[in-house]
Nanobody
Framework: VQLQAFGGGLVQAGDSLRLSCEAC????????MGWFRQAPGKEREFVAT????????SYADSVKGRFIISRDNAKNTVYLQMGSLKPEDTAVYFCAAGNPITSSMRAPYGYTTWGQGTQVTVSS
C-alpha cells in the first residue's frame, strides 16, 4: 500500500484547509488510518485517527473541535478538514495506516505505512 498526501498550503490564521490522503492498495488490511504532524525541531505528534472497525475517531486535544477526520472507502481516501487554523498548527502533515493496538492508536510506532507529507503553514 502506498499513501499520498496533498492539500497543504499557506493560509492565514482562522482559515480552513482540507488535506487528502489517497491510498493505493488494499487499505482494508489496516485497522486505522490517521494523521500526524511534525513541526521543525519537534517530534512527530498525533493529530487524528479513524478506526475502520466501527468508524470511531480520536483527536489530539490541541485540534479537538477544529479538525475532522473522515474516510471515503470507495475512493480509498482519508481527509483531514482543518478549521480555525492557528500558527501553531504549522507543520508537515503525514497520513499513516496501520494496525495499532488500542493503546497505540495515537503513537507513530503503531503505524507501518506513511505518506510523504504535505506542508501546512499558518501565518498570524
Amino acid at each position: 500500500v502506498q499513501l499520498q498526501a496533498f492539500g497543504g498550503g499557506l493560509v492565514q490564521a482562522g482559515d480552513s484547509l482540507r488535506l487528502s490522503c489517497e491510498a493505493c492498495g488494499y487499505t482494508s488490511l489496516f485497522r486505522a488510518m490517521g494523521w500526524f504532524r511534525q513541526a521543525p525541531g519537534k517530534e512527530r505528534e498525533f493529530v487524528a485517527t479513524k478506526d475502520r472497525r466501527g468508524g470511531s475517531t480520536s483527536y489530539a486535544d490541541s485540534v479537538k473541535g477544529r479538525f475532522i477526520i473522515s474516510r471515503d472507502n470507495a475512493k480509498n481516501t482519508v481527509y483531514l478538514q482543518m478549521g480555525s487554523l492557528k500558527p501553531e498548527d504549522t507543520a508537515v502533515y503525514f497520513c499513516a495506516a496501520g494496525n495499532p493496538i488500542t493503546s497505540s492508536m495515537r503513537a507513530p510506532y503503531g503505524y507501518t505505512t506513511w505518506g510523504q507529507g504535505t506542508q501546512v503553514t499558518v501565518s498570524s
